[in-house]
């Protein structure tokens, strides 16, 4: 199956030869429209006065490739790279070729060198016809593009409320979290506090029942001690009685 072709559209900032035919068209910038297909590619160039074309063929484009010791895909890759995009580091020129053609060149660097590429292109058949083709081409992509950037837009903005909606559910959490975590804390130290009184109340209790189950000390005790001291002492004199007789 054969590679779809692309397409590219680009806006390069070129030397001119006459600054006169640079202010009537557009300031020394060109417009550079291409195809690419895998082996050969197509240009068609306007300056909002004229119109040029190219076709590179096939042959010419891989004779081009081996007079650069390139592949062909390289080859290509390579052009598309400073056809289809402007390089700031190139330098482009757009000039006079003779009979009408004009040559489109750029400068690139390989290995330290700078080298230049050329692609000699002729005066278009139709000229209104290749720069209506252009400016189709660009509105195309400026329509696109515009869609592209109404879509993005819709999505951030669709993003952005979605991220606005997580914010409020994750402060709403938090919060519950909060406030249950509040709760659970009173109804511990309610709970907490409950035990710690029926501690005390047993601490109590027991305080008592250990005070009620001691025998108290009985009066009788004590006076039997001094009933045990006055016989002992009754008991001496009576010795000392006997001992005092003749």
Sequence with gaps: MAAAPRHSCA????????????????????????????????????DGAGAWVADASEAEVRLRAEQWDQPVPEYLALAERYLAFHQPDSTYSFHDAG??????????????????????????????QTIFEILDFLMDANIRLSEEVVRKTQSFDKLKQEAEKCLQQSERFNSEKAEFEQATFSKFVAVLNSKKAKLRQLRDKV????????????????????????????????????????
């Design 207 to 246: 305080a008592e029942h250990e005070s009620a189950g001691k025998p108290p000390k009985e009066a009788g005790e004590d006076e039997n001690s001094t009933d045990r001291t006055e016989v002992f002492e009754e008991g001496s004199d009576k010795e000392a009685s006997v001992n005092d007789e003749p």
């Design 11 to 46: 806006k390069l900032s070129v030397a001119v030869e006459d600054p006169k035919a640079a202010a009537a068209a557009w300031g020394g910038a060109v417009f550079v429209r291409a195809t690419w297909l895998p082996t050969r590619f197509s240009l068609a160039v306007t």
């Design 99 to 128: 009979r009408g053609h004009r040559r489109l060149s750029w400068t690139f660097e390989r290995q330290g060198t700078k080298l230049e590429w050329r692609w000699k292109l002729q005066p278009s058949p139709n000229t209104q």
